[in-house]
């Protein structure tokens, strides 16, 4: 029998039809990844970490995969290039991915996006390799990522804090 995990996703992005893009994600995700278990609503934030006049629109998805989490994560970058993501950006020149955003003279840069997708937990699973951090190390600071979180998940606990969502959410 195959393992069936539930993989926590943030979908989100400020540039074009931002409402129609997370649309087309919730579906592309349900045929590439797994069946929708939940959805939140969608939240509205400014940037994070830059300066943009276009504000975010974000939602958390939760998907029941049999998919590695390697595979959700390859499932990921064929859907946010197919709205237009480089995703030659997140590799270094040994081809590991690259754990934050581009990186111009060791700074982190943010900036406008059509899409971004980010797994924040897979099931309870703790992973840090090369390609992949779960749970995603910014989560417990981000108040876009935690707001629509707590609607669909507040008595989960995260998996190395211990701390459920709502108390995650509640210490911002």
Same mark, same amino acid.
């Given at each position: 029998?195959?393992?069936?995990?539930?993989?926590?996703?943030? /979908?989100?992005?400020?540039?074009?039809?931002?409402?129609?893009?997370?649309?087309?994600? %919730?579906?592309?995700?349900?045929?590439?990844?797994? #069946?929708?278990?939940?959805?939140?609503?969608?939240?509205?934030?400014?940037?994070?970490?830059?300066?943009?006049?276009?504000?975010?629109?974000?939602?958390?998805?939760?998907?029941?995969?049999?998919?590695?989490?390697?595979?959700?994560?390859?499932?990921?970058?064929?859907?946010?290039?197919?709205?237009?993501?480089?995703?030659?950006?997140?590799?270094? /020149?040994?081809? %590991?991915?690259?754990?934050?955003?581009?990186?111009?003279?060791? /700074?982190?840069?943010? %900036?406008?996006?059509?899409?971004?997708?980010?797994?924040?937990?897979?099931?309870?699973?703790?992973?840090?390799?090369?390609?992949?951090?779960?749970?995603?190390?910014?989560?417990?600071?981000?108040?876009?990522?935690?707001?629509?979180?707590?609607?669909?998940?507040?008595?989960?606990?995260?998996?190395?804090?211990? #701390? /459920?969502?709502?108390?995650?959410?509640?210490?911002?």
């Amino acid at each position: 029998m195959e393992r069936k995990t539930e993989v926590v996703l943030l /979908t989100g992005g400020n540039l074009g039809n931002i409402r129609q893009t997370l649309a087309d994600i %919730r579906t592309l995700a349900q045929d590439k990844i797994g #069946k929708l278990r939940a959805e939140s609503s969608i939240y509205e934030s400014p940037a994070w970490g830059f300066k943009s006049e276009f504000p975010f629109l974000n939602q958390a998805l939760v998907l029941q995969t049999a998919l590695s989490a390697r595979e959700v994560l390859a499932a990921i970058w064929d859907m946010e290039a197919a709205y237009g993501k480089d995703i030659r950006s997140y590799f270094d /020149t040994k081809g %590991r991915k690259i754990k934050s955003e581009k990186k111009i003279d060791g /700074t982190t840069v943010y %900036r406008s996006r059509s899409i971004d997708i980010d797994i924040l937990f897979y099931g309870n699973d703790v992973i840090d390799d090369d390609y992949l951090t779960v749970p995603h190390p910014l989560l417990p600071y981000r108040r876009f990522v935690l707001e629509p979180l707590n609607e669909i998940m507040p008595d989960f606990r995260h998996p190395v804090s211990g #701390k /459920t969502v709502r108390e995650l959410y509640d210490s911002l």
